[in-house]
């Protein structure tokens, strides 16, 4: 798949709304299941959301439900998370993540910091 990129992160107001987005490098970006986690400060790295390769099927962490929604864009190469009534735990690294079979890639994250 080779580079994920994130972006669109940043300082935001709690009650405010951010989308991320993930552009990858390839030709195979539709092959590839797609998610986003997350990492707090002094926190393991959480899963977020996933969407299915055609896009159909999406699945969230409960904190999220009803909050997030994970896209994505085949023609374009791109995942995005668009992140609505956002909360203080919100706030960390978000990390977009590619699989296929046993290939694993990450991207290097986007702070997302939600101030009370």
């Known amino acids: 798949q080779g580079q994920l990129v994130e972006s669109g992160g940043g300082l935001v107001q709690a009650g405010g709304s951010l989308t991320l987005s993930c552009a990858a490098s390839?030709?195979?970006?539709?092959?590839?299941?797609m998610a986003w986690y997350r990492q707090a400060p002094g926190k393991e790295r959480e899963f977020v959301a996933t969407?299915?390769?055609?896009?159909?099927?999406?699945t969230y962490t409960d904190s999220v439900k009803g909050r997030f929604t994970i896209s994505r864009d085949n023609a374009k190469n791109t995942v995005y998370l668009q992140m609505n009534n956002l909360k203080p735990e919100d706030t960390g690294v978000y990390y977009c993540?590619?699989?296929?079979?046993?290939?694993?890639?990450w991207g290097q994250g986007t702070q997302v910091t939600v101030s009370s």
């Open positions: 969407i299915a390769r055609s896009g159909g099927s999406t």
């Open positions: 390839g030709r195979t970006f539709s092959s590839y299941t």
């Open positions: 993540k590619a699989t296929f079979g046993s290939n694993v890639y």
